[in-house]
């Protein structure tokens, strides 16, 4: 037996040394692909981005503007559903930021918020979240407030006094905190919330974030990269200049087709 | 192949498995690449929790580190060595009690399960399970 062993004692560290390779191998692999996967982030955004074809402006649950940043007439509109202890959220929240002052004061583009807490157990605190942003909104701190959840996700999400923590925010954005308590408890924020879930819901948004361009869903893999962004709505932009320049002939405002 | 053992040689294919799920879940740890969050799954959940990590170690890490350690240790077992197949029954039993815990914490802790992890306690159970199996018939496969 001994003898039996000592012939192939060489093979079985051959296969473990071919298999350490073939791991590496395999990281790096994963590492790469990583950057970009496409498998992974194409199926679960094309759940929600079957049902989508032109419902931009579709009055579906919630009135446009009530979160919105740019022009209340303009063609292009971006649109996101995002949830606030969603980490993906948080990650592309600084890129919605840019996209949006990048196109400040274009009056062929729009930025909607639009909330949409999973209803899952980790996100136990979303719909709160939420509430709590409409009621900074009261204030006229909706998007101080936003910005405040988003970059600070990791410091409330998973703790308990979290409540005290937006008050916080609050103080520091120089907001009436005691209001902005009753207002977090009260049934106005809530039902504002309410409305966009219902839009959310009948765009088919399964997943957070969702940013629709136009009613036409953003790949999530574009959704961390300005430059596409950009592309993506510049595209819009020249497209809904060019219908209004065939539409009429003599006005001529082509300027609107890019910016920086 | 005649003369490898085989209930050590499924369990080596078995964490070859484990190796590749872990090498993945370690891969998408490292690179913390931001990952939508859905209705249906909760991978992001999971692997950006707390408890993915102890004492900043990785645990998807410390998975591959022991799914490739139980890997060489059946391939050895399957050519013969008994002592190996030892050290994989104890490796086996480490890491399917801790695919328990980590279960658990998916289950009744965060409340959100991640397939990828469920591959994983699949994996190290079924693993403990050929050595309880290779245990029970253990005068047939031996090799004497």
Redesign the interface.
């Known amino acids: 037996?001994k003898k039996?062993?000592k012939q192939?004692?060489g093979?079985?560290l051959l296969?473990?040394g071919l298999?350490?390779v073939a791991?590496v191998i395999?990281?790096i692999y994963?590492?790469n692909s990583?950057?970009s996967?496409p498998a992974?982030?194409a199926s679960?955004?094309s759940t929600a981005a079957r049902p989508t074809p032109n419902m931009a402006n579709a009055p579906a649950g919630a009135p446009i503007g009530v979160n919105m940043l740019g022009s209340q007439t303009a063609a292009v509109t971006v649109e996101e559903f995002a949830?606030y202890?969603?980490?993906?959220?948080a990650?592309?929240h600084p890129v919605m930021k840019e996209l949006a002052s990048a196109y400040a004061g274009n009056r062929n583009f729009r930025f909607i918020y639009r909330h949409y807490p999973?209803?899952?157990?980790?996100?136990?605190k979303s719909f709160e979240a939420s509430a709590a942003t409409e009621a900074a909104g009261l204030q006229g701190k909706f998007w101080q407030m936003q910005d405040q959840l988003f970059r600070n996700q990791a410091a409330w999400t998973?703790n308990p006094n979290y409540r005290q923590i937006w008050s916080e925010y609050a103080t520091n954005l120089g907001m009436d905190v005691q209001r902005f308590q009753a207002d977090l408890a009260g049934i106005q924020t809530k039902n504002r919330v309410d409305a966009d879930i219902q839009r959310g819901r009948a765009l088919g948004v399964?997943?957070?974030?969702?940013v629709f361009v136009n009613g036409k869903p953003v790949p999530?893999s574009e959704l961390?990269n300005i430059a596409s962004l950009r592309r993506i709505v510049d595209a819009e932009i020249a497209a809904v200049a060019a219908t209004q320049q065939s539409n009429s002939a003599n006005s001529a405002p082509a300027a609107a087709s890019s910016n920086q | 192949m005649p003369?490898l053992r085989k209930l050590p040689l499924a369990a080596g294919i078995v964490a070859?498995v484990g190796?590749?799920d872990s090498?993945?879940l370690?891969?998408?740890h490292?690179?913390a690449?931001?990952?939508?969050?859905?209705?249906?799954?909760?991978c992001?959940?999971v692997l950006?929790s707390?408890y993915a990590e102890v004492a900043g170690v990785p645990i998807a890490a410390a998975g591959?580190l022991a799914y490739?350690t139980a890997?060489?240790l059946a391939?050895?077992a399957?050519?013969?060595?008994e002592r190996m197949w030892k050290l994989f029954g104890g490796l086996a039993t480490l890491m399917a009690g801790f695919s328990l815990w980590l279960i658990y914490l998916q289950a009744f802790v965060?409340?959100?399960f991640c397939q990828f992890c469920l591959i994983s306690a699949a994996t190290s159970l079924t693993l403990f399970g050929i050595f309880i199996a290779a245990a029970l018939t253990r005068e047939k496969t031996s090799?004497?």
Not at chain 1, 85 to 89: E, K, R, T, V
Not at chain 2, 78 to 81: H, L
Request: proline share 7%; aromatic share 12%; hydrophobic share 40%.
């Open positions: 037996m039996q062993q192939t004692s093979m079985p296969i473990i298999v350490f791991a395999g990281a994963f590492y990583g950057t996967s992974t982030t679960s955004n949830d202890q969603c980490g993906g959220c990650a592309v999973l209803a899952i157990p980790a996100h136990d998973a399964s997943s957070t974030p969702t999530f961390n | 003369g070859l190796l590749a090498v993945y370690s891969v998408k490292f690179t690449e931001p990952v939508p969050c859905s209705l249906v799954e909760g992001e959940k950006s707390p591959a490739f890997f060489s391939v050895l399957a050519y013969g060595d965060i409340g959100a090799f004497e």
